[in-house]
């Protein structure tokens, strides 16, 4: 007896049987209100919110830095009853062209995205400018619940930040 097999990953299957795989590009230089107070732990420059009644799976995320001679660390961050005040829509792209489905939750995107403290940091990333582009893959994903949020925080400020959420949505009853 002959038999043939194919596997595929969770997030290959979530896109092209499901169409709920997706990318959040952002470009932000985050930076304080006040260029002469001290440092408060950071800048939020993302938030996003599952409104999905279904959990998101965070892949991970790219990052490059706009700018030679820079350093920043990015903190990713969850947090409990975060009320943004600001923030750009961010749009997320369904990476199945044929699929029509929209991300259902609040991405943000800003400079400074203010009215939150920081919750529980899930990681601490050190990018330096290399005019590359990082890839952070979250190895045992990040599960975001319905009406959760995560944060990215950047903690120095000033330097362009280009880059690409990469998510996915799961159904974990299926």
């Not at 990052?63 to 829509?89: H, K, M, W």
Request: hydrophobic residues 30%; negative net charge; proline residues 4%.
């Amino acid at each position: 007896m002959k038999t043939i097999s194919i596997s595929t990953s969770p997030e290959h299957y979530y896109n092209h049987a499901k169409g709920t795989a997706f990318h959040g590009l952002f470009q932000e230089t985050p930076d304080y209100d006040d260029p002469s107070a001290s440092s408060t732990g950071g800048v939020c420059f993302l938030y996003i919110k599952n409104t999905s009644p279904i959990d998101m799976v965070f892949e991970g995320f790219e990052i490059r830095l706009g700018g030679t001679g820079q350093n920043e660390i990015i903190e990713f961050v969850s947090n409990e009853d975060a009320t943004p005040i600001g923030g750009n829509t961010l749009t997320p792209a369904n990476m199945n062209l044929s699929s029509g489905i929209i991300a259902n939750g609040t991405f943000l995107s800003s400079g400074n995205i203010s009215g939150m403290t920081k919750g529980t940091i899930l990681n601490r990333y050190y990018i330096e400018s290399s005019h590359t582009t990082q890839l952070f893959n979250f190895e045992q994903n990040i599960i975001i619940p319905t009406n959760k949020t995560v944060t990215f925080w950047a903690e120095y400020g000033g330097n362009e930040l280009d880059g690409t959420l990469i998510f996915y949505f799961h159904d974990a009853n299926e």
